[in-house]
């Protein structure tokens, strides 16, 4: 079983930053491969990015490529998403993930952090 509550949402100009934090509960983190989706009103849920066990390998949507960093910090038990040059499209509430490595599906949601990207 694994809790995340995510964290560092808010309201952020156009063109700013913003660092999204997702921690999770258990002591065995680093065996679980996460991700990170965003869901706009009106929207289903899209993918946002996602990183293995190991951080060795990240993947990102096409659209956040060059302007989001997902990280993760096994120690810490924390993923997170480095959102940078935001524009009002990426305002949405993200959602952290995580999956059991080598598994299909994410079976592990937080609650959520509104992010809001507005002047």
């Known amino acids: 079983q694994m809790q995340l509550v995510e964290s560092g949402g808010g309201l952020v100009q156009p063109g700013g930053s913003l660092r999204l934090s997702c921690a999770a509960s258990?002591?065995?983190?680093?065996?679980?491969?996460m991700g990170w989706f965003r869901q706009a009103p009106g929207k289903e849920r899209e993918f946002v990015a996602s990183?293995?066990?190991?951080?060795?390998?990240?993947s990102y949507a096409d659209s956040m490529k060059g302007r989001f960093t997902i990280s993760r910090d096994n120690a810490k038990n924390t993923v997170y998403l480095q959102m940078n040059s935001l524009n009002a499209e990426d305002t949405a509430v993200y959602y952290c993930?995580?999956?059991?490595?080598?598994?299909?599906?994410?079976?592990?949601w937080g609650q959520g952090t509104q992010v809001t990207v507005s002047s």
């Open positions: 993930a995580g999956k059991l490595s080598g598994t299909g599906n994410y079976r592990y």
């Open positions: 258990g002591r065995t983190f680093n065996i679980y491969n």
């Open positions: 990183i293995s066990a190991s951080g060795g390998r990240t």
